[in-house]
Protein backbone atom coordinates (compact mmCIF):
# COMPACT_ATOMS: atom_id res chain seq x y z
CA UNK A 1 0.00 0.00 0.00
CA UNK A 2 1.30 3.46 -0.19
CA UNK A 3 -0.04 6.55 0.39
CA UNK A 4 1.11 9.38 -1.85
CA UNK A 5 -0.45 12.91 -3.58
CA UNK A 6 2.16 15.69 -2.73
CA UNK A 7 4.49 13.30 -1.15
CA UNK A 8 4.87 9.48 -0.81
CA UNK A 9 5.88 7.00 1.35
CA UNK A 10 8.02 4.82 -2.07
CA UNK A 11 10.06 2.67 0.42
CA UNK A 12 7.94 2.13 2.93
CA UNK A 13 5.31 0.82 0.31
CA UNK A 14 7.45 -1.77 -1.08
CA UNK A 15 7.76 -2.84 2.59
CA UNK A 16 4.39 -3.17 3.36
CA UNK A 17 3.15 -4.60 0.00
CA UNK A 18 5.85 -7.32 0.55
CA UNK A 19 4.27 -7.63 4.84
CA UNK A 20 0.96 -7.94 3.55
CA UNK A 21 1.26 -10.54 0.34
CA UNK A 22 2.91 -12.70 2.99
CA UNK A 23 0.49 -12.44 5.64
CA UNK A 24 -1.91 -13.63 2.76
CA UNK A 25 -0.31 -16.42 1.52
CA UNK A 26 0.59 -17.15 5.03
CA UNK A 27 -3.03 -17.71 6.04
CA UNK A 28 -3.79 -14.91 8.14
CA UNK A 29 -5.71 -12.41 5.95
CA UNK A 30 -8.73 -11.31 7.68
CA UNK A 31 -9.23 -10.08 11.16
CA UNK A 32 -6.67 -12.08 12.42
CA UNK A 33 -3.71 -10.28 10.34
CA UNK A 34 -1.37 -7.61 11.95
CA UNK A 35 -2.27 -4.19 11.14
CA UNK A 36 0.12 -2.29 9.35
CA UNK A 37 1.18 1.42 10.13
CA UNK A 38 1.03 4.20 7.40
CA UNK A 39 2.32 7.51 8.14
CA UNK A 40 0.49 10.29 6.02
CA UNK A 41 2.84 13.04 6.15
CA UNK A 42 0.79 15.93 6.15
CA UNK A 43 3.35 19.13 5.00
CA UNK A 44 3.43 22.77 6.13
CA UNK A 45 0.04 23.60 4.24
CA UNK A 46 -1.89 20.36 5.83
CA UNK A 47 -0.75 19.91 9.15
CA UNK A 48 0.49 23.51 10.45
CA UNK A 49 -2.03 25.43 12.42
CA UNK A 50 -2.33 29.20 12.99
CA UNK A 51 -5.00 28.79 16.22
CA UNK A 52 -6.47 31.41 18.53
CA UNK A 53 -7.71 30.22 21.93
CA UNK A 54 -10.77 28.19 21.76
CA UNK A 55 -11.33 29.25 17.65
CA UNK A 56 -11.32 25.71 15.54
CA UNK A 57 -8.83 26.11 12.48
CA UNK A 58 -9.63 23.53 9.41
CA UNK A 59 -7.61 22.42 6.62
CA UNK A 60 -8.85 20.53 3.63
CA UNK A 61 -6.61 18.33 1.41
CA UNK A 62 -7.17 15.88 -1.86
CA UNK A 63 -5.09 13.30 -1.31
CA UNK A 64 -4.63 10.08 -3.60
CA UNK A 65 -4.16 6.49 -1.99
CA UNK A 66 -2.83 3.46 -3.54
CA UNK A 67 -3.38 -0.35 -2.44
CA UNK A 68 -1.44 -1.41 -5.68
CA UNK A 69 -3.38 -4.19 -5.86
CA UNK A 70 -4.17 -5.29 -2.60
CA UNK A 71 -7.82 -4.58 -0.79
CA UNK A 72 -8.00 -2.80 2.84
CA UNK A 73 -10.44 -4.76 5.09
CA UNK A 74 -10.02 -2.98 8.24
CA UNK A 75 -8.35 -0.48 10.17
CA UNK A 76 -8.22 2.41 12.23
CA UNK A 77 -6.50 5.99 12.63
CA UNK A 78 -4.17 7.06 15.50
CA UNK A 79 -2.46 10.43 16.43
CA UNK A 80 0.89 10.05 18.26
CA UNK A 81 1.62 12.91 21.26
CA UNK A 82 5.48 12.97 19.36
CA UNK A 83 4.04 13.84 16.04
CA UNK A 84 2.50 17.07 17.43
CA UNK A 85 4.07 20.51 18.46
CA UNK A 86 2.51 23.28 20.18
CA UNK A 87 4.68 26.72 19.74
CA UNK A 88 2.98 29.67 22.26
CA UNK A 89 1.97 32.75 20.11
CA UNK A 90 5.11 35.47 21.18
CA UNK A 91 2.23 37.99 22.25
CA UNK A 92 0.76 37.87 25.84
CA UNK A 93 3.86 36.14 27.04
CA UNK A 94 3.48 32.85 24.76
CA UNK A 95 0.15 32.57 27.08
CA UNK A 96 -2.70 33.51 25.34
CA UNK A 97 -4.60 31.03 26.93
CA UNK A 98 -8.34 30.40 27.76
CA UNK A 99 -7.26 29.51 31.21
CA UNK A 100 -3.54 28.76 32.57
CA UNK A 101 -3.73 25.45 34.23
CA UNK A 102 -0.69 22.87 35.11
CA UNK A 103 -2.15 21.06 32.18
CA UNK A 104 -4.50 21.80 28.65
CA UNK A 105 -5.99 20.19 25.78
CA UNK A 106 -6.07 20.78 22.82
CA UNK A 107 -8.67 19.04 20.32
CA UNK A 108 -8.04 17.54 17.00
CA UNK A 109 -10.72 16.00 14.89
CA UNK A 110 -10.66 14.69 11.07
CA UNK A 111 -13.09 14.07 8.57
CA UNK A 112 -12.84 11.65 5.40
CA UNK A 113 -14.85 11.55 2.56
CA UNK A 114 -14.89 11.28 -1.57
CA UNK A 115 -12.21 13.55 -3.73
CA UNK A 116 -15.38 15.33 -4.74
CA UNK A 117 -16.63 16.17 -1.42
CA UNK A 118 -13.41 18.30 -0.84
CA UNK A 119 -15.28 21.46 0.03
CA UNK A 120 -17.89 19.76 2.27
CA UNK A 121 -15.45 17.33 3.65
CA UNK A 122 -15.33 18.91 7.38
CA UNK A 123 -18.87 18.92 7.53
CA UNK A 124 -20.53 15.60 5.28
CA UNK A 125 -17.25 13.29 6.06
CA UNK A 126 -16.84 10.35 8.16
CA UNK A 127 -15.86 12.30 11.56
CA UNK A 128 -12.72 10.49 13.43
CA UNK A 129 -12.44 11.94 17.13
CA UNK A 130 -12.06 14.83 18.50
CA UNK A 131 -9.04 13.24 20.05
CA UNK A 132 -8.20 15.27 23.16
CA UNK A 133 -4.18 16.40 23.30
CA UNK A 134 -3.46 16.55 26.73
CA UNK A 135 -0.48 19.29 27.09
CA UNK A 136 1.90 19.75 29.89
CA UNK A 137 2.18 23.09 31.58
CA UNK A 138 4.94 24.12 28.50
CA UNK A 139 2.71 22.91 26.38
CA UNK A 140 4.23 19.75 24.93
CA UNK A 141 1.36 17.21 24.29
CA UNK A 142 1.70 13.85 26.11
CA UNK A 143 -0.87 11.87 26.07
CA UNK A 144 -4.10 11.94 23.33
CA UNK A 145 -7.20 10.23 24.04
CA UNK A 146 -8.44 8.18 22.10
CA UNK A 147 -5.04 7.82 20.41
CA UNK A 148 -6.89 5.41 18.06
CA UNK A 149 -10.11 5.14 16.55
CA UNK A 150 -11.39 2.30 14.22
CA UNK A 151 -12.24 3.23 10.19
CA UNK A 152 -15.73 2.93 9.33
CA UNK A 153 -17.01 0.92 6.56
CA UNK A 154 -17.58 4.22 4.29
CA UNK A 155 -13.62 5.14 4.99
CA UNK A 156 -12.74 1.40 3.82
CA UNK A 157 -14.58 1.92 0.71
CA UNK A 158 -12.74 5.23 -0.11
CA UNK A 159 -9.15 4.05 0.57
CA UNK A 160 -10.18 1.37 -1.70
CA UNK A 161 -11.56 3.42 -4.54
CA UNK A 162 -7.61 4.80 -3.97
CA UNK A 163 -8.69 8.62 -3.77
CA UNK A 164 -10.46 10.77 -0.81
CA UNK A 165 -10.49 14.34 0.68
CA UNK A 166 -9.10 14.99 4.15
CA UNK A 167 -10.46 17.75 6.65
CA UNK A 168 -8.37 18.45 10.00
CA UNK A 169 -9.86 20.86 12.55
CA UNK A 170 -7.55 21.72 15.34
CA UNK A 171 -9.21 23.64 18.36
CA UNK A 172 -6.12 25.10 20.83
CA UNK A 173 -6.28 26.31 24.71
CA UNK A 174 -3.70 28.52 23.73
CA UNK A 175 -2.85 31.17 20.75
CA UNK A 176 -0.38 29.05 18.97
CA UNK A 177 1.19 27.51 16.24
CA UNK A 178 0.18 24.01 16.22
CA UNK A 179 1.58 21.69 13.57
CA UNK A 180 0.75 18.06 13.47
CA UNK A 181 3.72 15.89 11.35
CA UNK A 182 1.87 12.96 10.37
CA UNK A 183 -1.63 10.70 10.64
CA UNK A 184 -1.04 7.06 10.84
CA UNK A 185 -3.66 4.84 9.20
CA UNK A 186 -2.86 1.32 10.36
CA UNK A 187 -4.19 -0.86 7.96
CA UNK A 188 -4.63 -4.80 7.40
CA UNK A 189 -6.41 -6.90 4.66
Avoid at 16 to 45: F, H, K, M, R, Y
Avoid at 83 to 108: F, H, R
Avoid at 135 to 156: Q, Y
Amino acid sequence: MHLNGRRGAGCAALVVVAALSGWQIGGCAGSLSPTVPINLDLGAEMGSFEAQAGVPVRHTEARIFTTQGYKVGRGSIELDPSDITVTPAASAGGKGAVNLQETSVLTVTVWVASQDELATVCESGEQYGPFEVTLDADFVPTAIAPSRVTLSANTIVLLNSEAFSLCIEVVSPINATVTIATLTFNLGL
